[in-house]
């Protein structure tokens, strides 16, 4: 970290890093989606429209147990603002606990 902060006074190396960091954002937000229609969903089916394909969720198949633990973790993220480590310490501990319970 101390030597990107460095590189960061160069007005080249900037700019790549600025890219670069562009590029990790938008691999984790698609992982973020994939990882939450594959989730919340138990199928999906794929759209195909020319040459675009796009995996769709099947409405039908929510679970509701992980709609109920995501709408937890948001509001405990974005209302109550509790630290990330607490949160998915929570919804583990709720993930589990649905697996225990009948």
Known sequence: APYVE???HNAAISAALTGITASVVGVIANLALY???HTLFG???TWTW???NLP???LGTL???AAAITVAALVMTFVLKWPMLR???ICALLGIGTI???
């Open 87 to 89: 949160i998915i310490g």
């Open 43 to 45: 199928r999906t089916f």
């Open 56 to 58: 769709l969720p099947d």
């Open 50 to 52: 020319g040459p675009f």
């Open 100 to 102: 225990l319970l009948p």
């Open 63 to 65: 679970s509701p147990v």
């Open 6 to 8: 460095k590189l960061r």
């Open 35 to 37: 990882f939450a229609e």
